[in-house]
Nanobody
């Protein structure tokens, strides 16, 4: 089995910063793409940022220039540095990794973290 554990959410004032972490454990053979998604109350889950094995990154227009995604493959981890947070960034943030498990064959599977709440409010 593979598990993703997130940490780093919390309450922050507008203009503040937070850093989210996501670490994979278990029967991880290799990790391909990584990414972050978020879901605000009453809204569908939306893509926020992604990073591939070559460390190329992509961002949703709403967060570009404020958020930075990074990865440490040796630690089986990814991070989301969020700066200049605004109330509209309030959501549950989920990490995603495409992972091949030991002993598995075929394409990598999608694995998700448990979600971490980010609240931006004064």
């Amino acid at each position: 089995q593979v598990q993703l554990v997130e940490s780093g959410g919390g309450l922050v004032q507008p203009g503040g910063s937070l850093r989210l972490s996501c670490v994979a454990s278990g029967k991880v053979y290799s990790i391909y793409g990584m990414g972050w998604y978020r879901q605000a109350p009453g809204k569908e889950r939306e893509w926020v940022a992604s990073i591939n094995t070559g460390h190329s990154t992509n961002y949703a227009p709403s967060v570009k220039g404020r958020f930075t995604v990074s990865r440490d493959s040796d630690k089986k981890a990814q991070y989301l540095e969020m700066n200049n947070l605004q109330p509209e960034d309030t959501a549950v943030y989920y990490c995603n990794m495409r992972i091949v498990e030991f002993g598995a064959m075929g394409d990598p599977g999608d694995y998700w973290g448990q979600g971490t709440q980010v609240t931006v409010s004064s």
